[in-house]
């Protein structure tokens, strides 16, 4: 598999995201990579590893989409940005797939704008993995549509739906609509449309409305929001895990038998912060893309980027794209069918 990755992209590009193409080098068996950006600074990062030269490739692109960047404005006018040059090796078929920690904005059109999406898609989703009490469950969209329609959500559970079985391998995932109560009723006129959408719509397993706090419980499989409500809880169940880590490394250093405690519960520690990591899930995927664009969070470490490589990798070699266009065909733009 050729995978094409943005070095240039995320906040400590190129370092973290060159050491992360060399573990993931070194994890993969049959995986070759193509890094695109500033060539030199590329081959500079390069020089601190050992690697099989054959498995990696640079392609030069001079310039950079930075975090700040109007994401139209730079998709238009960084025409040889890092960015850009990724994505036209997957539209040509260079690579089977692309990876980027860059500007979340601007890897959505530049995404839409290379690739396209899957006929009959109405608006593609970014698809995150979320950990819960009993298995991890999937959460879309988490910011590709801040301004959302009941239809476009009705549609992200059916392509969820796919995804999951695609991830975990489990049939007929339980689907729940993201819902400030769970009664039949709630929420706001598109919410309450989009409900209506879900529970006539027999192409997939709709549970009903479920609260935020809920989906820790893991009782559903997927959960479907608006780009907007799902990005904020995202963010905010990554600030909450911080915020408790953080309390609990000061609580512990307060007192010896604290710390003594802690070396007793490391073990249990270790998983927790595991669990919690948006670095072990390898960044989300574009989902209605006719194509696949991993977007890796902007801060990651080379954890984050060899395990984003190791997600694309995976959708490339299950030929998901081919899988999703099929249902997506079955289900004529993803209208309710019976």
């Known amino acids: 598999m050729r995978i094409a990755l943005d070095a240039m992209g995320g906040d400590f590009a190129p370092l973290e995201p060159v050491k992360g193409a060399v573990e993931a080098l070194n994890e993969i ?82 995404s839409q704008l290379k690739l396209r999406r899957i006929k009959g898609v109405l608006r593609p989703a970014i698809t995150t993995i979320f950990p819960t009490k009993k298995r991890d469950i999937v959460l879309m969209d988490v910011g590709a549509n801040a301004d959302c329609r009941p239809e476009f959500i009705n549609q992200f559970a059916i392509m969820g739906s796919v995804y999951y079985e695609e991830v975990f391998g489990i ?10 109560g769970s009664e039949d009723g709630k929420g706001n006129e598109i919410t309450r449309s989009a409900f209506n959408l879900l529970k006539e719509n027999h192409k997939i397993n709709f549970l009903g409305n479920i609260e935020s706090r809920e989906m820790m419980d893991g009782n559903v ?60 899930y390898g960044g989300a995927l574009f989902l209605g893309i006719n194509g696949i664009s991993i977007k890796a969070h902007g801060n990651s470490t080379a954890k984050g980027i060899k395990n984003a490589l190791k997600v694309a990798n995976k959708f490339a070699e299950d030929k998901f794209i081919d899988r999703l266009t099929e249902v997506m065909k079955q289900t004529e733009g993803g209208k309710n069918e019976a």
């Open 171 to 180: 049939s007929n995932p339980r689907v729940g609509l993201l819902n400030i």
């Open 29 to 110: 068996k049959d995986l070759t990579l193509i890094l695109v950006g500033q060539k030199e600074k590329i081959e500079d990062e390069l020089k601190k590893y050992k690697y099989d030269k054959n498995r990696i490739e640079i392609v030069d692109a001079r310039e950079i989409i930075e975090m700040d960047d109007d994401p139209m404005i730079a998709v238009r006018g960084k025409k040889d940005s890092s960015m850009n040059r990724t994505l036209e090796l997957v539209k040509s078929g260079a690579a089977v797939a692309s990876v980027s920690a860059g500007n979340t904005g601007a890897l959505i059109s530049a």
């Open 221 to 280: 499989d997927v959960v479907v929001s608006d780009g907007f409500t799902g990005n904020m809880v995202l963010k905010t169940a990554e600030g909450t895990a911080k915020f408790i880590f953080s309390i609990l490394k000061e609580e512990i250093s307060k007192s010896f038998l604290g710390k003594i405690g802690a070396l007793l519960l490391m073990p249990i520690l270790k998983r927790l912060k595991e669990k919690l990591d948006s670095s072990e």
